[in-house]
């Protein structure tokens, strides 16, 4: 019987299907060998990263920095008594009316000794009228200097839930107390002016040591707030010694208080909660989940959390230095990152930024205010400014003279025509001559300095402006 042989033809094309199955099989066995190697070296790296961490940090992960904060026993927990207040206002349309007076041109243009003219002050009288009940509870906050509100975590992307953090929904006795001492400040009950300014400095500390940036970012707006608010204050009254010097310690516990390490360990630990559901593709945000398979090669999520890693724990290590030297440290988010390659890290390191920069801001005010409390201090014993911070230190109003940390330098003291400045040249490193703007905002800190203006006796309580009816009911 006759042997069957294959064409030629037809064994060529064997053959050309099994090249092409071989290489198929070498081009994918590469792919994953290149695959393997960049998970398993970001693996390695990431490891030895969390066990620096647990060495030098032991209690880093969330779980613990939350059962570490500090808790607070009910009857002292001043969260706990600014919901009720805002259980008291529950349905009044009065805190709304007052936000819309504060953003009136008429109301937040006035210069700080300038007093409100009648419509403005009449304004005010008849809606506290209304809500004197609530206004009462909330200027007890002066004696409660700590608290802290509940706050879910949760994993993916933010690590917690913001519309479930109970600060969010509470803002009215913060308004209320604001136009509360600078309507008394104005009728000439100073020292009860003051009284709401430190009920209001505490409706601030109540976020306590929440370890998020978004908190160090209220509570920061909450101190320049009071600040402000202070300056206008002492624009238009004459506070007793005993309430600047109660004020002056409040002041200087809120600098010591106010934690940027305790917000970066936070953010840290969310980020490793972030990642994880992120390389599980569950982040709970669709469109973040879509970045990781349209956006990520081989490795690269776990080398990213790696570098993120890196940087968030130098940023941590950073905050522990004295803030002259943070300044003249290595940024943290100075790394070079390809915001597209690198999503996760390129937007923690954009909130890092934010962070310390409101952070550092909130810290050269609360040192140029502390520095204006002794001064004024120092002019109602002596009736007249002191020559220098040193003169200040001199008298023991202030333990030492405070530095400028932007550019390691004393704080700026100028005396004006009408009173005194003290200042920080900010973040720009320019001394503008004490010019202040607290209407502008981190982005725009360009030609003005962080800092505190008193005036003297004769330039306070300016007659109000032209009479210009509030149209906000």
Not at 102 to 127: C, F, G, H, I
Not at 288 to 315: C, H, I, K, N
Not at 369 to 385: I, P, S, V
């Amino acid at each position: 019987m006759a042997t069957s042989i294959s064409p030629p033809t037809q064994r060529r094309k064997r053959r050309w299907w099994l090249w092409g199955l071989a290489t198929f099989a070498v081009i994918a066995a590469f792919a994953g060998a290149i695959w393997f190697y960049y998970e398993w070296s970001g693996r390695r790296e990431l490891n030895d990263i969390f066990a620096e961490l647990d060495r030098t940090d032991p209690r880093w992960r969330l779980e613990d920095i939350e059962a570490d904060r500090k808790e607070i026993p009910p009857e002292q927990n001043s969260a706990l008594r600014i919901l009720a207040i805002e259980k008291l206002l529950a349905g009044n349309p009065v805190p709304d009316r007052l936000v819309r007076f504060s953003m009136d041109e008429e109301t937040w243009k006035l210069p700080p000794p300038v007093l409100l003219n009648d419509e403005q002050r009449l304004y005010l009288a008849r809606n506290f009228a209304k809500i004197q009940p609530a206004l009462k509870e909330a200027r007890k906050l002066k004696e409660f200097p700590n608290g802290r509100f509940r706050i879910k975590y949760k994993s993916g992307f933010p690590a917690y839930d913001a519309a479930d953090c109970e600060w969010k929904s509470v803002s009215a006795a913060g308004i209320m107390l604001y136009w509360d001492m600078l309507l008394r400040a104005q009728l000439g009950d100073a020292d009860g002016a003051i009284e709401s300014c430190l009920a209001f400095l505490n409706y601030g500390r109540s976020i306590g040591d929440e370890p998020t940036f978004w908190s160090l970012s209220i509570r920061a707006n909450e101190v320049l707030t009071t600040i402000s608010a202070l300056e206008r204050c002492l624009a238009r009254s004459e506070p007793s010694d005993p309430m600047l010097k109660d004020l002056q310690g409040a002041l200087a516990q809120e600098s010591h208080d106010l934690s940027l390490r305790q917000a970066l360990r936070g953010e840290r630990a969310r980020a490793q909660l972030m990642y994880e559901a992120w390389s599980a593709g569950a982040t709970g945000d669709k469109e973040m989940d879509s970045m990781y398979w349209t956006r990520f090669r081989p490795g690269q999520l776990t080398r990213e959390q790696a570098l993120v890693f890196r940087m968030m724990t130098r940023a941590v290590e950073m905050s522990e230095l004295a803030l002259a030297e943070q300044m003249s440290a290595r940024n943290a988010e100075s790394d070079v990152i390809n915001a597209n390659r690198n999503l996760g890290a390129a937007l923690i390191c954009q909130s890092v930024y934010h962070a310390r920069t409101r952070y550092w801001r909130c810290q050269a005010e609360l040192s140029c205010a502390q520095c204006a409390l002794a001064a004024e201090r120092f002019r109602l014993t002596h009736k007249h400014w002191p020559s220098s911070l040193d003169e200040l230190v001199a008298v023991a109003l202030l333990d030492s003279a405070p530095t400028d940390f932007y550019v390691n330098k004393p704080l700026r003291f100028t005396k004006l025509s009408d009173g005194i400045v003290i200042y920080s040249v900010g973040s720009d490193k320019t001394d503008d001559g004490g010019k202040l703007n607290r209407n502008e905002n981190d982005t725009a800190t360009h030609g003005i300095d962080f800092g505190f203006r008193l005036w003297d006796v004769s330039a306070r309580r300016q007659p109000p402006l032209p009479p210009v009816v509030p149209k906000l009911d």
